[in-house]
């Protein structure tokens, strides 16, 4: 039941997805035989959990390679077409991918494919946005994606509830070792040897009895038996102490980061603006309106765009700052941290995904701004003030959401700390 719901999956709204990929053409239609290729590992390997028990631990990653291989394949296909005209088609197949990883997930899986779906959502709404009024088949594209992954998250809450669900469990793992058993208990006579006749107890009895009495065949500590008295007892051997190994460290190879020489050119109608590290004088002069400026993997960097151009991309970018004149459509920042935009002109929207720390220098003629974030945390917009001063308004992070009567009702609350 569990291969033939998940080959459902892939007669399904898979085979429409490669369909309209092929329709689409390009880097989309290459890219999604790469995503074929991932559910033909994935079917294999269900095909194999459902003829057999439970493997260990390293016979199962052994199992998973292949899908683990097409999964990267589909991830690494879009780092390299960053200049695609489709590369929002390739980010939102690259990000949501991973929900192929489920088989991995316990005791909740199918949780974990909606966040994967959700993961992509972002990109996804770009291609809408971008295409809906060009091709409709990029909005098909879009729809058999996404139930793709919703076919995959009900099949996985179906057949594979708390786990991956193998074809026998086995026997079960003898249980951890721990402390060994009490020692059996000694009987009574045992624990008090010559007092094992009523005569005896008897004679114990009288013993205690006595009270006071009792004490009078105790011999009397003089003051030579008290140490605090005769200092020679004091003296003794010295407690015995484990001896405290000096460890010997090991040495450890120093990781560097991967870095990738920089990179600042114009290519057709896209200014490319990568791997730039400590450079504050990237300056992009007389942009055009057809142009738009990608800034990725930039890091304590400042570039300026002089000039109207269509849009800004700030994408994995870390301490860096970007100052413009004007956008037609839009800026957008994606994985970025402590980032700082400034527009001189004006800016219809601003774009903030999966970003912690950004700073928006806002101008007296983008005051009518809409900012869309999302998964973004440390958020802050600066209006001018008629005195060449800001004020800072910070955005909401946190939401309170409640039923009402025509559904759900969610409202910005106030964090305080």
């Not at 869309?372 to 946190?398: A, L």
Request: net charge positive; proline share 8%; hydrophobic share 35%.
């Amino acid at each position: 039941m569990s291969v033939a719901g998940f080959n459902d999956i892939i007669q399904d709204s898979l085979a429409s997805f490669l369909k309209y990929s092929e329709s689409i053409g390009g880097d989309a239609a290459a890219q999604a035989k790469l995503v074929q290729k991932a559910f033909q590992a994935q079917l294999q390997f269900l095909t194999r959990a459902s003829q057999s028990g439970q493997p260990s631990q390293g016979d199962l990653v052994s199992l998973l390679q292949p899908t683990s291989v097409q999964i990267a394949a589909v991830q690494e296909f879009r780092d390299k077409k960053r200049t695609s005209p489709h590369f929002n088609h390739l980010s939102a197949i690259s990000e949501s991918i991973p929900a192929l990883g489920w088989v991995t997930i316990s005791p909740a899986p199918a949780p974990y494919v909606k966040e994967m779906n959700d993961a992509g959502q972002f990109y996804t709404n770009r291609v809408l946005k971008e295409w809906k009024e060009k091709d409709k088949t990029h909005v098909e594209w879009v729809k058999a994606w996404v139930q793709t992954l919703v076919n995959l998250q009900q099949f996985v809450k179906q057949h594979h509830t708390t786990g991956l669900v193998w074809a026998s469990k086995g026997a079960p793992p003898p249980p951890p070792g721990g402390l060994p058993p009490p020692p059996p208990m000694l009987p009574v006579a045992d624990m008090a040897p010559g007092l094992d006749s009523a005569q005896d107890r008897s004679a114990l009895f009288a013993e205690i009895n006595k009270g006071e009495g009792i004490t009078s065949s105790l011999k009397k500590v003089t003051s030579d038996m008290q140490t605090h008295k005769n200092t020679t007892l004091r003296s003794g051997p010295a407690p015995f102490k484990a001896p405290v190994p000096t460890p010997v460290a090991k040495p450890v190879a120093p990781i560097k980061a991967i870095e990738k020489p920089p990179k600042f050119l114009k290519d057709g109608k896209k200014w490319m603006v990568e791997y730039q590290r400590n450079n504050n004088n990237l300056v992009i002069e007389n942009a055009e309106m057809n142009n738009v400026v990608y800034m990725f993997q930039c890091h304590s960097s400042t570039l300026t765009v002089k000039g109207k151009l269509n849009s800004i991309v700030l994408d994995s970018c870390k301490k860096s700052s970007v100052v413009f004149d004007s956008v037609v459509a839009s800026i957008e920042f994606v994985n970025c941290q402590s980032v700082q935009m400034q527009v001189l002109g004006k800016v219809p929207t601003i774009s903030i995904d999966k970003t912690d720390g950004c700073q928006m220098y806002l101008s007296p003629e983008s005051l009518a701004v809409e900012i869309v974030s999302s998964k973004s945390s440390e958020m802050n917009v600066m209006v001018p003030k008629g005195n060449g001063d800001y004020t800072e308004y910070p955005i909401p992070e946190q939401f309170k959401t409640s039923v009402g009567p025509k559904g759900l009702v969610t409202v910005a609350v106030e964090s305080k700390g």
